[in-house]
């Protein structure tokens, strides 16, 4: 594990509880963020294959949406304590303590992977490596869901982020990284923030071509 992946874990794992207590219920304020995941879930439905990874899933309330919307789902995070408290608020649920950068999961196997807000924290010389992770544990034509803050600038922004340092990124560059590691992005929303950093919440959905597809 490389140090900011350290700090990561040990800023997340001091706040499991007050994050839980913040976020568990946040989607139910954001009607976006909600459409999004949804649109998703049901994309994911479609391929035939509902088993999906919910990456650096926090307490696991997402985990536990997309397994009612119909998806074989469980949850991944390099937090214990967050692992932890998945399991313990979603008992019927399955939670791995990985890296998503090292997925406990064979080539090919997901219909879908949702990554809301989780790969934030990865330097942006990082995330071709975290991609390539992404695309060798989905199946042809499956579906990425990320998540993030949207910046304006031609270049990644770090911030201090409450937790721990974050990037946001201008989501022109975030769906470039994307089509680098052979996912086709084909669906963005943006709109005003639903926190008061002031970023612009971005949502890309991208697939993996099918078989026989370029
Ligand atoms: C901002 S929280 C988002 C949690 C949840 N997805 C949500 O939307 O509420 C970021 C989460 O990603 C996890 N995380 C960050 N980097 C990670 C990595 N490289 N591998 C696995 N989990 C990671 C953190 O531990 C934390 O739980």
Redesign the pocket.
């Known amino acids: 594990m490389v140090e900011y ?1 350290d700090e ?2 040990a800023a ?1 794992d001091g706040i499991v509880e007050l ?1 839980a207590s913040m ?1 568990a219920d ?1 989607l139910e304020t954001q009607p976006f963020a909600r459409a999004m995941i949804g649109t998703f879930a049901e994309l994911v439905r479609g391929t035939g294959n509902p088993r999906a990874a ?6 696991g ?2 985990t536990a949406m997309l397994h009612d919307l119909g998806l074989d789902a469980f949850g ?4 214990p304590g ?1 692992v932890d408290h998945a399991r313990r608020a979603h008992p019927a649920l399955r939670f791995d303590e ?4 090292a997925l406990p999961v064979e080539d090919g196997a997901l219909g879908g992977i949702l990554a ?7 330097p942006p010389g990082d995330l071709p490596a ?1 991609l390539a992770e992404q695309v060798r544990v989905l199946a042809p034509g499956g579906l990425l869901l990320v ?1 993030f803050f949207a910046t304006d600038g031609p270049e990644p922004v770090r911030f201090d982020h409450k ?1 721990t340092p974050a990037y946001s990124w201008p989501v022109d560059r975030f769906a470039e990284l994307l089509a680098g590691a052979g996912l086709v992005p084909f669906a963005r929303l943006f709109h005003d923030p639903a926190s008061e950093r002031g970023f612009l919440d971005a949502h890309v959905l991208a697939r993996l071509p099918p078989e026989g597809e370029p």
Do not use: N, W
């Not at 919910?54 to 307490?59: H, I, K, Q, T």
């Not at 990985?98 to 950068?101: G, K, S, V």
């Not at 809301?116 to 990865?122: G, K, L, R, V």
């Open positions: 992946q990561t874990k997340y994050y976020f946040r919910d990456v650096g899933c926090g307490p309330h997402l991944v995070d390099l937090s967050m990985a890296r998503m950068e809301h807000y989780s790969m934030i924290h990865t975290l998540s937790v």
